[in-house]
T-cell receptor, first 114, second 111 residues
């Protein structure tokens, strides 16, 4: 099946630094999504991208839908302790009867040193 | 409050036992999904349902079963045929062709 390559797998940064992570695929997706997951909790949607080339911000977060529709990146500016967690990218396919199927990256674990 | 609820938070299964995980949503979403998450990995799709009384297999459906008798509910049964059931199970829902939103998850452990 389709796979997403998400990098880096982990990041160790100082508070206040900027963060960048990305996902690439050999498949074309209709939508790119970025989620954040805290330990023992479900993923929370951060940003949804619907058009190739789209650049969207949500506070200190910025994400872009690649022109080729095969990649996306997420940037976090001026990191703070509550940014700690695992970030997942997900590509969305359109299946039968309009059902949406998500393919997930392996996740980027973000650790912040105060 | 509106949202997606999963219960229980933790579930223990004995060898050869079937267990059922609950997922309820009051968001009036048409589609519901079940994912499995293993440590250090992304989410993998088990089953999904677009409408009541209809569901389709995902990528790893073997050893699992679902039902969709009500729009609000999409329970997942982990059968004895699933030989490696220990994982974190996540339910999601969304409007047709819209983004998916996740519940808090159920951690299944084998005794």
């Amino acid at each position: 099946g389709q796979q997403l390559n998400q990098s880096p797998q982990s990041m160790f940064i100082q508070e206040g630094e900027d963060v960048s992570m990305n996902c690439t695929s050999s498949s074309i997706f209709n939508t790119w999504l970025w989620y954040k997951q805290d330990p023992g909790e479900g993923p929370v949607l951060l940003i949804a991208l619907y058009k190739a080339g789209e650049l969207t911000s949500n506070g200190r977060l910025t994400a872009q839908f690649g022109i080729t529709r095969k990649d996306s990146f997420l940037n976090i500016s001026a990191s703070i302790p509550s940014d700690v967690g695992i970030y997942f990218c997900a590509g969305q396919l359109r299946g039968n009867q309009g059902a949406q199927k998500l393919v997930f990256g392996q996740g980027t674990r973000l650790t912040i040193n105060p | 409050d509106g949202g997606i609820t999963q219960s229980p938070k933790y579930l223990f299964r004995k060898e050869g036992q079937n267990v059922t995980l609950s997922c309820e949503q009051n968001l009036n979403h048409d589609a519901m999904y079940w994912y499995r998450q293993d440590p250090g990995q992304g989410l993998r799709l088990i089953y999904y349902s677009q409408i009541v009384n209809d569901f389709q297999k995902g990528d790893i459906a073997e050893g699992y079963s679902v039902s969709r008798e009500k729009k609000e509910s999409f329970p997942l049964t982990v059968t004895s045929a699933q030989k490696n059931p220990t994982a974190f199970y996540l339910c999601a829902s969304g409007l047709a062709q819209e983004t998916q939103y996740f519940g808090p998850g159920t951690r299944l452990l084998v005794l």
